[in-house]
């Protein structure tokens, strides 16, 4: 696998540039001593976080989506930084570099984790607590973080019956509104699991939601339910220059195009 990613990073050199458009990168855990490929070091994290107010102007997600529906153009790229899981990690690790440098940034919580009635949405991570619900409060009221859902019980949204579906979105989205006092209108499929079937639940619950496929977003590819983003990983380039060179991440927008046949 290895190899692979190597190979692939070569051939990532080969592709034309591109400028423009909407880059939405993807974190999940930062230093939080895992072996786990999104598990990022703290380091790395506060660099790639100064070196991106100088290649992108860092914008919210409802920013972002304002311009790929005007079609705007700007004197940089935009990128959107999401994290998923709202682990306590993300509040001790992740939260006072964004807050330092006033980046934005979404995250998207599944509510069972939080409301203690179900487990850690990543497996290997049975050591690692939820953020509070005060500390969300806390985070949402500096106006930088925006909350989305991540479902209620983290499920794989493909398998649910109609009903159950429904339910599960719901579900989230009341309690996180009512808890928080905003408006959540965006969803993120739990592991990336991801069908036209779910879409048509997803979107009569929520007005935007986020899919891998590593892709930068633009005015003419843009799908409000179909949000391409970018997970980030310790085994790619800490730089993130590469990243917003192409319109296209090749490791991820294959992996993606991989997982939907096997599963």
């Known amino acids: 696998m290895q190899v692979v990613r190597k190979i692939l990073h070569l051939c990532q050199k080969l592709l034309p540039v591109y400028s423009g458009g909407v880059t939405i990168l993807s974190y999940h855990l930062i230093g939080a001593g895992t072996p786990l490929r999104v598990d990022i070091d703290e380091h790395v994290f506060q660099r790639q976080m100064n070196e991106l107010k100088g290649l992108a102007e860092v914008v919210s997600l409802h920013e972002a989506i304002?311009?790929?529906?005007?079609g705007a153009g700007t004197?940089?790229?935009?990128?959107?930084?999401?994290?998923?899981d709202a682990y306590e990690n993300f509040y001790e690790e992740a939260w006072p570099i964004l807050h330092e440098l006033s980046i934005p940034v979404t995250l998207f919580v599944p509510v069972g984790f939080l409301e203690r009635e179900t487990g850690p949405p990543i497996s290997e991570t049975d050591g690692l607590?939820?953020?509070?619900?005060?500390?969300?409060?806390?985070?949402?009221?500096?106006?930088?973080?925006?909350?989305?859902?991540?479902?209620?019980?983290?499920?794989?949204?493909?398998?649910?019956?109609?009903?159950?579906?429904?339910?599960?979105?719901?579900?989230?989205?009341?309690?996180?509104?009512?808890?928080?006092?905003?408006?959540v209108d965006s969803f993120c499929y739990p592991r990336g699991l991801?069908?036209?079937?779910?879409?048509?639940?997803?979107?009569?619950?929520?007005?935007l939601a986020t899919i891998p496929g590593g892709q930068m977003l633009?005015?003419?590819?843009?799908?409000?339910?179909?949000?391409?983003?970018?997970?980030?990983?310790?085994?790619?380039?800490?730089?993130?220059?590469?990243?917003?060179?192409?319109?296209?991440?090749?490791?991820e927008w294959l992996a993606d195009k991989w997982r939907r046949y096997v599963r």
């Open 129 to 183: 607590r939820s953020a509070s619900w005060e500390q969300l409060v806390e985070m949402v009221a500096t106006g930088l973080l925006n909350v989305g859902s991540h479902g209620w019980s983290h499920l794989d949204m493909r398998k649910l019956s109609g009903e159950a579906a429904t339910a599960e979105l719901f579900r989230s989205r009341q309690i996180l509104e009512d808890r928080l006092g905003v408006s």
């Open 66 to 70: 304002d311009a790929l529906r005007n």
């Open 218 to 251: 633009t005015s003419k590819n843009f799908n409000p339910l179909r949000l391409w983003r970018l997970p980030i990983t310790r085994d790619m380039p800490s730089s993130l220059v590469s990243i917003f060179e192409t319109r296209v991440w090749l490791e």
């Open 75 to 84: 004197k940089k790229p935009l990128a959107v930084i999401f994290f998923d």
């Open 194 to 207: 991801w069908s036209l079937r779910a879409e048509r639940y997803v979107g009569e619950v929520y007005d």
